[in-house]
């Protein structure tokens, strides 16, 4: 069972990763198939992701999950807070019993360096150029820091350049922690932590309310 990566945040929060090697029978003889998803590999994707939320959490109700307008996955009631991503053959999770959390996987790709403009200002660049890892892998990296943070504020409308600021980004050999200020509203100071693993970028958040 490809569960590659886990990781008990806190006493409330866990995080797991999923490598996809499997065929779509293994994963619908144990949650059900999309009916709205027919792309075979977004649909691997997607099982995935709702096996590990089972994976992290026995008692997660999968038949509760609701698509808000933002297309956010929520549970109602909020009995777990929770995230999901997908990227090539990976797929994340992040559940909590307490908190807001939001979660993001991606493979480093050439394209991003065409996009970097658009979600980064010049001092987040001028930063990132110093964080330990080539161009390539910092651009993904701030671009995974944001998108975990889009997903956990939840309600869309998010400019990454203007509402998202990459204050620091502390490098430990494949692991990071960046501060970061969410500016939509009322500013919010906010830790992203991550780490470089099977050449994926892996971020997470967990909010404390």
Same mark, same amino acid.
């Given at each position: 069972m490809p569960l590659v990566y886990q990781q008990n945040i806190n006493a409330l929060t866990r995080l797991g990763v999923w490598h996809i090697a499997e065929d779509e029978h293994f994963f619908t003889s144990k949650v059900?198939?999309?009916?709205?998803?027919?792309?075979?590999?977004?649909?691997?994707?997607?099982?995935?992701?709702? $096996?590990?939320?089972?994976?992290?959490?026995? #008692?997660?109700?999968?038949?509760? *999950?609701? $698509?808000?307008?933002?297309?956010?996955?929520?549970?109602? &009631?909020?009995? %777990?807070? %929770?995230?999901?991503?997908?990227?090539? #053959?990976?797929?994340?999770? *992040?559940?909590?019993? @307490?908190?807001? +959390?939001? +979660? #993001?996987?991606?493979?480093? @790709? @050439?394209?991003?360096? *065409?996009?970097?403009?658009?979600?980064?200002?010049?001092?987040?660049?001028?930063?990132?150029?110093? &964080?330990?890892?080539d161009q390539l892998q910092s651009l993904t990296l701030a671009w995974s820091i944001k998108e975990t943070i889009f997903k956990w504020y939840g309600h869309g409308q998010v400019n990454f350049k203007m509402h998202i600021h990459i204050n620091s980004c502390n490098v430990i050999d494949n692991q990071f922690t960046a501060r970061c200020t969410f500016l939509k509203g009322e500013p919010i100071l906010i830790k992203v932590s991550g780490i470089f693993f099977n050449n994926n970028c892996l971020t997470w958040l967990v909010s404390d309310t």
């Open positions: 059900p198939a999309p009916a709205h998803i027919t792309h075979p590999h977004k649909r691997l994707q997607h099982l995935a992701a709702r $096996i590990l939320l089972k994976e992290l959490y026995e #008692d997660f109700p999968l038949n509760l *999950i609701r $698509i808000a307008d933002t297309r956010k996955p929520f549970v109602p &009631n909020d009995s %777990f807070h %929770f995230s999901l991503s997908h990227c090539g #053959d990976y797929a994340a999770a *992040i559940v909590s019993k @307490q908190g807001r +959390v939001g +979660v #993001d996987i991606e493979i480093p @790709q @050439q394209k991003i360096s *065409i996009l970097k403009h658009k979600f980064l200002g010049e001092t987040e660049l001028a930063m990132l150029q110093f &964080n330990g890892y």
